[in-house]
């Protein structure tokens, strides 16, 4: 039976930044508590976006990332600011995640199909849960900060195909990095599928996706049928 797994942010959902701003309005708390500003505001979200771009390739978790924007600004991290990061974030949801154009119909074709469908994202719950109510997705949601590891880790995949129930060689993996989403499930020898919304070059260093799409429906083309 094939099984297909799918990366959320940039592949199901737009979040519009919304890390970003949580991240933003940390910056509040560690300003009002002593923390420095580190430069102007584009310099402050570059660097945000730089630390997110970071945690989304699995570098390290996003509670280590709130601990290093905390550090980076003259204090001494603990779990409050990852609390307050995490409340900022989930609260943001309903507003700020809009669904992928094509996406229900691409998760009711799957679903008429009998196919299974997971998530696997570099991210953490219930955050990812939720992302995943707002386009009405109804398979397992497995986030790093659960499992322990992170994309482009085999281990990662491995922890997919348990939440799918299917092997490799019968799942398809759906994302827009070609790193963390196409190298990952290609090293765990997943089908991978490059979601090329964006009309991105893909990396000439890396090994090439099984197969690209530039829009959500074409997805039901490389899957096969029961």
Known sequence: MPGV????????????????????????????RGGRV??????????????????RAGAFSIAEAVGRFVTQRGLEPSE???NAFRAFAMRMVDDFVIPVPGVHRVLHGLRERGIPVAVLSNGWNPLQV?????VGFEGPVVASADIGTQKPS???????????GTPAEQTWYVGDDPVSDIGGARGAEIHAVWFDWENKVYPSDLAPPSHTIHCLEELLQCVPSL
């Open 154 to 164: 085999p281990l990662a995949f491995t922890a997919l195909l348990s939440a799918l």
């Open 5 to 32: 797994g799918f990366d959320i942010d940039h592949t199901l959902v737009i979040d519009n930044k919304l890390e970003r701003v949580a991240f933003m309005r940390l910056l509040e708390i560690v300003e009002a």
């Open 130 to 134: 939720l992302k995943a109510q707002r």
């Open 80 to 82: 409050e600011y990852v």
């Open 38 to 55: 580190l430069g102007t505001l584009d310099e402050e979200t570059g660097r945000i976006d730089d630390l997110l771009r970071a945690q």
